[in-house]
């Protein structure tokens, strides 16, 4: 039997409304099975524990005082796009457990298939940011994920390689290696 996988389209790329960001492909290799990273998307408890400290862009070097607050919630896709899932999170940052106005943002991560293809939308008053996630299994516990963005136009450089750059250093780095960790 043949699978296919019919891929959402971005009208906001094709319109040019967003625009290719960091001009190259970021590739990694994970310590991690495809099925994980697909639960993780279930698993809301974990989020605060791990995903909660705000850290400088592709780094492990938290931002003292400065933490992360989720609202997690998760739905299949419509009718016809039963293969889809979406992971909704909605962000906003604290200081000193102080909310920051003007903080929040809204990702919501569209998963195709069985989690080899994942794409993030952020959304903010400033625009949006679609970040793809590829995952290729090399082995039964190692994937290779590649990462590429786009950006409105309008929004800031610095901000874009930001948002980025908090997911792929932080994400990556810190949750494939707490998430074993939190286990023992």
């Avoid at 639960?39 to 492990?60: A, K, Y």
């Avoid at 604290?94 to 903080?103: A, M, T, V």
């Amino acid at each position: 039997m043949d699978v296919f996988h019919r891929i959402p389209r971005v009208p906001e790329i094709e319109s040019g409304e967003l625009v290719r960001r960091g001009g190259r492909v970021v590739t990694t290799t994970v310590n991690m099975n495809l099925r994980e990273f697909a639960e993780n998307s279930t698993d809301f408890q974990h989020f605060e524990p791990l995903h909660g400290q705000m850290c400088l862009p592709f780094s492990l070097l938290p931002i003292p005082g400065i933490t992360i607050n989720h609202d997690a919630d998760w739905k299949r896709g419509e009718e016809g796009w039963d293969h889809i899932a979406y992971f909704i999170n909605l962000a906003s940052l604290s200081f000193l457990n102080h909310e920051i106005q003007g903080s929040s943002a809204k990702a919501v991560i569209t998963y195709v298939g069985p989690g080899g293809l994942v794409f993030f939308t952020f959304t903010t008053p400033l625009g949006k940011i679609v970040l793809f996630q590829t995952h290729t299994p090399v082995d039964e516990m190692r994937l290779k994920v590649q990462f590429m963005w786009y950006a409105s136009v309008n929004y800031p450089t610095m901000l874009v390689e930001y948002i980025v750059g908090n997911w792929i250093g932080f994400i990556f780095l810190i949750s494939f290696h707490l998430d074993i960790s939190v286990l023992f």
